[in-house]
T-cell receptor, first 118, second 121 residues
Framework: EPEVTQTPSHQVTQMGQEVILRCVPI?????FYWYRQILGQKVEFLVS????????KSEIFDDQFSVERPDGSNFTLKIRSTKLEDSAMYFC????????????????FGQGTRLTVV | AQKITQTQPGMFVQEKEAVTLDCTYD???????LFWYKQPSSGEMIFLIY??????QNATEGRYSLNFQKARKSANLVISASQLGDSAMYFC??????????????????FGQGTILTVHP
């Protein structure tokens, strides 16, 4: 069964360092997303990406964040200068254009990358 | 903001019994989708079930069913015959649906706060 793959599963970084979280979406999907979940809290939307550009972003997604689809298969989230409060689980997700019948079986989240900023 | 509300921070159920996890939502969209995800202690998000606002029948997936009451804006998850492995955090989520050439697409997901389900032997 196709799945969204994220690497690494865990990342520990020092405050102020740059990190790149990587995702390989499902191959025929067109829409890509990043979400984050601070420990013990709900999942929050960061950004959506379609047709090689950001389609929507949240208030959380400030100038420290950027996304890229460098090679047609990977979808990356970069945090330029990490802060302690960036520590969270980061989920990549993808979806495809589909009719009603195709939607109700799509489970489209990756397994997550746990980022710890120290 | 269009909110998703899960009013039960925690729920307990006896193994083999049914349990209902509540979810209400606030939306002005005509077309939207509702999801339930399970998040075990390992952290991954596991898709359980989806309901489209245009679906006339309630969605079912094995032991999971979604009690969709559109007028009340509720989308409660019913788990029948609970198993010990069902113990996890459960999130309700909503997305806006957009019709484009070639089909319909999701927007971003807005999540509720989650409900921790504990299944007792």
């Amino acid at each position: 069964e196709p799945e969204v793959t994220q690497t690494p599963s865990h990342q520990v970084t020092q405050m102020g360092q740059e990190v790149i979280l990587r995702c390989v979406p499902i191959s025929n999907h067109l829409y890509f997303y990043w979400y984050r979940q601070i420990l013990g809290q709900k999942v929050e939307f960061l950004v959506s990406f379609y047709n090689n550009e950001i389609s929507e972003k949240s208030e959380i997604f400030d100038d420290q964040f950027s996304v890229e689809r460098p090679d047609g298969s990977n979808f990356t989230l970069k945090i330029r200068s990490t802060k302690l409060e960036d520590s969270a689980m980061y989920f990549c997700a993808s979806s495809t254009r589909g009719g009603a019948r195709s939607m109700n079986t799509e489970a489209f989240f990756g397994q997550g990358t746990r980022l710890t900023v120290v | 903001a269009q909110k998703i509300t899960q009013t039960q921070p925690g729920m307990f159920v006896q193994e083999k019994e049914a349990v209902t996890l509540d979810c209400t939502y606030d939306t002005s969209d005509q077309s939207y989708g509702l999801f339930w995800y399970k998040q075990p202690s390992s952290g991954e998000m596991i898709f359980l079930i989806y309901q489209g606002s245009y679906d006339e029948q309630n969605a079912t997936e094995g032991r999971y069913s979604l009690n969709f009451q559109k007028a009340r804006k509720s989308a409660n998850l019913v788990i029948s015959a609970s198993q010990l492995g069902d113990s996890a955090m459960y999130f309700c989520a909503r997305t806006h649906l957009t019709s484009r050439a070639g089909g319909t697409s999701y927007g971003k997901l807005t999540f509720g706060q989650g409900t921790i389900l504990t299944v007792h032997p």
